[in-house]
């Protein structure tokens, strides 16, 4: 039963108590005084006759994904909020169906990413859906519509509130997985080639991480201009994918030194680098680019080393940071470049016309989204873990369909195992420790015995002393 439908029935059983009442008491029978609790019945009973439907904003609830704090994969947890959320003028309600993960967010749960509010707080940039109400003033958008989005934060949950111009209508054949999948990687990567990078036929570009999704959007991108030679780094595992998806020469970063590698097939250097490592990184790009070349750096990524925030890794990341004169740049005649789509969010004219020629693309069949993986808003935890691991290839999606309750059940399975994986973890830790000080004993009991020995001898020659005195 539903809670808009308990009034409406509560009244109509008050209606027939009140109907039938008089045809179930003799006529000639004298009025009775109620009893107090009679009396507090139907004094209990009269406001439910009178009470009406509650209104949906006060029942409608939706489950949401809530950084609850930095840390580990378990500080996001998924709550369940109440309250239908209200539209301005100018916005849209989305019914969520998709969210993007990005490494941004993984930056963000450790308190990296400063474009994120404070926890408690709904992270998530991008999601696709289906508008389920529009406020005053929008005409481009009605209830209906399927479209992408594109926000700093807050669409990791089954019902958002945006702007109508942060919302791009989804093409005719697109999935809402491949849709949560487009913006951020899409437009960060043709901004950053097209705008900055000048993109012409014939050039280079090195693309690291060249399975992720930015790496493998700024591919499709370059394959989009005629004879581009796209280097990319990647484990060795992921080389025939990226090799498919338009990389001309793949290369393994774990296993060789991707400066040499470049090298060794372009002496002079390269045109384009994208740059998402930061530190010591992107002073190997620098050095990297022919004259005329761009480096253009949008990450930290070697910033994040492992579930929590690794002061060391951060550390090391700003000393490391690069920085150069103004006459170096002349003499080398290079350019550098920053990009982060965080700080764009105003510039909607900017961010729409690049959609425009991305969708366009698509609609050509000249791009596509590689979806590597899709998980239920309770996988959170291991969605992340997959993705801060590099393992990874293309785009890892939340869904917001509710987990079937086998799964559920699976899940629990899963975390009941990893408990007691760590109590058992803990255990052996526990009696290791125990053992080394029970060791630390016996080396202590060894090294006083042989004082005692000295000790019973030194008593031994005072004996015959004490004798003679």
């Known amino acids: 039963m539903s809670g808009e439908d308990a009034p409406a029935q509560q009244q109509n059983a008050v209606d027939q108590k009140q109907e039938t009442k008089p045809t179930e008491e003799p006529k000639t029978e004298p009025p009775k005084t109620e009893s107090p609790p009679a009396a507090a019945a139907e004094a209990a009973a009269t406001p439910a006759a009178t009470t009406e439907k509650v209104p949906e904003e006060e029942t409608f609830t939706y489950r949401a994904l809530v950084l609850t704090g930095y840390g580990g994969y378990d500080k996001v947890k998924l709550q369940v909020k109440k309250g239908k959320p209200t539209l301005k003028a100018g916005e849209v309600l989305v019914r969520v169906k998709a969210c993007g993960l990005n490494f941004a967010d993984l930056m963000a749960r450790q308190g990296l990413y400063d474009r994120l509010p404070s926890p408690p707080v709904t992270p998530g940039m991008e999601c696709s859906g289906v508008v389920e109400a529009v406020g005053e003033d929008v005409t481009d958008r009605k209830v209906g519509d399927k479209v992408m989005v594109l926000n700093r934060f807050g669409l990791w949950q089954e019902v958002a509130v945006v702007p109508a111009n942060h919302t791009f209508l989804i093409p005719e054949g697109m999935s809402f997985e491949e849709a949560a999948a487009l913006p951020v990687n899409y437009i960060t990567a043709y901004m950053m ?228 994986k760590k109590k058992e973890d803990k255990k052996k830790d526990d009696k290791k420790k125990d053992d080394a000080k029970k060791e630390e004993k016996k080396d202590d009991k060894k090294k006083e015995e042989p004082k005692k020995e000295e000790k019973k001898e030194e008593e031994k020659k005072e004996e015959p002393k004490k004798e003679e005195k």
């Open 193 to 420: 080639l097209f705008d900055f990078g000048n993109l012409r036929p014939n050039q280079s570009v090195l693309v690291h991480a060249a399975a992720g999704g930015v790496g493998i959007a700024a591919t499709q991108l370059c394959k989009t201009v005629k004879d581009v030679t796209v280097f990319g780094t990647a484990s060795a595992s992921k080389h025939e994918t990226i090799t498919q998806v338009g990389v001309t020469h793949a290369i393994d970063y774990r296993t060789k030194d991707y400066v040499e590698e470049v090298r060794k097939i372009s002496p002079k250097g390269l045109d384009i680098i994208l740059d998402p490592l930061g530190g010591s990184d992107t002073h190997k790009a620098y050095n990297l680019l022919k004259p005329m070349g761009k480096l253009i750096t949008y990450g930290a990524a070697n910033m994040l080393a492992g579930q929590k925030k690794n002061l060391l890794a951060v550390a090391k990341n700003w000393y490391h940071q690069f920085s150069i004169h103004t006459l170096s740049l002349i003499q080398g005649n290079k350019s550098v470049c920053g990009f982060h789509l965080g700080y764009l969010d105003g510039e909607t004219e900017l961010i729409t016309e690049a959609m425009n020629t991305i969708l366009d693309f698509y609609k050509e069949g000249k791009i596509k989204p590689r979806i590597d993986s899709t998980w239920h808003l309770e996988q959170v935890g291991d969605a992340m873990r997959k993705m801060q691991e590099r393992n990874n290839i293309g785009k890892v999606i939340l869904t917001t369909e509710p987990m079937p309750e086998e799964e559920k059940k699976e899940e629990t399975k899963k975390e009941d195992k990893k408990e007691d």
